[in-house]
Nanobody, 119 residues
Framework: QVHLVESGGGLVQAGGSLRLTCVAS????????LGWFRQAPGKERDFVAA????????YYAASVKGRFTISRDNAKNTLYLQMNSLKPEDTAVYYCAAASRLVGEYDYWGQGTQVTVSS
């Protein structure tokens, strides 16, 4: 079992920055991937970014590419999402997720952290 806890959300003005953190506890990962997703009110949960646990290869949604950076610290079992040049449309609950495989569904999810970007 894996337990994921996000932090770092908050209220920021458009153009500002936030860094989200997700700490994983329980089973250690040596393969698979970690990801960030977000869900705005009344909308489905969308993919934001992902990173392979073993080699650090990253993937981004087109809407955040060039503004957001996903990274991980293997020694600390911690995932980060640096968000720059934030826009009001980035407002959502952000979730981190973990998968033991490189493809397919994510197995574990955090409880989410709210990010609100004011115009």
């Amino acid at each position: 079992q894996v337990h994921l806890v996000e932090s770092g959300g908050g209220l920021v003005q458009a153009g500002g920055s936030l860094r989200l953190t997700c700490v994983a506890s329980g089973r250690a990962f040596s393969t698979g991937r970690l990801g960030w997703f977000r869900q705005a009110p009344g909308k489905e949960r969308d993919f934001v970014a992902a990173i392979r646990w073993n080699n650090g290869i990253t993937y981004y949604a087109a809407s955040v590419k060039g503004r957001f950076t996903i990274s991980r610290d293997n020694a600390k079992n911690t995932l980060y999402l640096q968000m720059n040049s934030l826009k009001p449309e980035d407002t959502a609950v952000y979730y981190c997720a973990a998968a033991s495989r490189l493809v397919g569904e994510y197995d574990y999810w955090g409880q989410g952290t709210q990010v609100t970007v004011s115009s």
